[in-house]
């Protein structure tokens, strides 16, 4: 069957500290793979996007890898500000802009 | 307006009773979608629409309906409401231009079926 998961639930980690969230697939061939911002109340934010044929991204304090043999991406968040906590979705665009599978997200909460 | 927006903000609704939620983007984005967000189970896709006259269904379309007339609108139908959709609904859009399909999203409709 299809899945994508995203490896915790939630995650807490102490300013200045690299966080790293981890979103696994099975069953899909995406041509790029996408991560967004959720606050509460809020709809998600893009932050970037990873093509197939990429293995990193970044773009200031945030680094996104994607292994299509591993089927995994990872996103990281160095020099992790309180500013940071959020909920963090990866998404996979599945049918080129038709489709997209969201993961449920990880709550990441910055410790001052 | 700026970006997309979306109407009702939040609305409690009798079980069999229609509803539409509104969706309004200015960005002249041609794909546009609707997604439900449930605790646990992340943004499911319920309809999409490429272009403008263009609908198609997504992972859980059944009980919903939408319609594409124009480019800046994508309303959301729920032709007759049952508890099991009660949940938060995004509209998002993007420019669907190649593959750099980043999406914006609205602020988001909390709707509760009784």
């Known amino acids: 069957s299809q899945k994508i998961e995203q490896n915790s639930e939630a995650l807490n980690i102490q300013e200045g500290k690299t966080a790293t969230l981890t979103c696994n697939y099975t069953?899909?061939?995406?041509?790029?793979l996408q991560w967004y911002r959720q606050d509460p109340g809020r709809g998600p934010v893009f932050l970037l996007l990873?093509?197939?044929?990429?293995k990193e991204k970044r773009k200031e304090r945030l680094k996104v890898t994607f292994d299509t043999t591993l089927k995994q991406s990872l996103f990281h968040i160095t020099a992790s500000q309180p500013a940071d906590s959020a909920t963090y979705l990866c998404?996979?665009?599945?049918?080129?802009?038709?489709?997209?599978?969201f993961g449920p997200g990880t709550r990441l909460s910055v410790l001052p | 307006i700026a970006g997309i927006t979306q109407a009702p903000t939040s609305q409690i609704l009798a079980a069999g009773r229609r509803m539409t939620l509104r969706c309004t983007q200015d960005?002249?984005?041609?794909?546009m979608y609707w997604y439900r967000q449930d605790l646990g189970l992340g943004l499911r896709l319920i309809h999409y629409?490429?272009?403008?006259?263009?609908?198609g269904k997504g992972e859980v379309p059944d009980g919903y309906s939408v319609s594409r007339a124009n480019t800046d609108d994508f309303p959301l139908t729920l032709a007759s409401a049952v508890p099991s959709q009660t949940s938060v609904y995004f509209c998002?859009?993007?420019?669907?231009?190649?593959?750099?399909?980043?999406?914006?999203f609205g602020p988001g409709t909390r709707l509760t079926v009784l």
């Open positions: 069953n899909y061939s995406p041509a790029y």
């Open positions: 629409s490429n272009t403008a006259g263009t609908t």
């Open positions: 960005m002249r984005h041609n794909a």
């Open positions: 998002a859009s993007s420019s669907g231009q190649g593959t750099y399909n980043e999406q914006f």
């Open positions: 998404a996979l665009d599945i049918d080129y802009g038709q489709n997209f599978v």
């Open positions: 990873i093509r197939e044929n990429e």
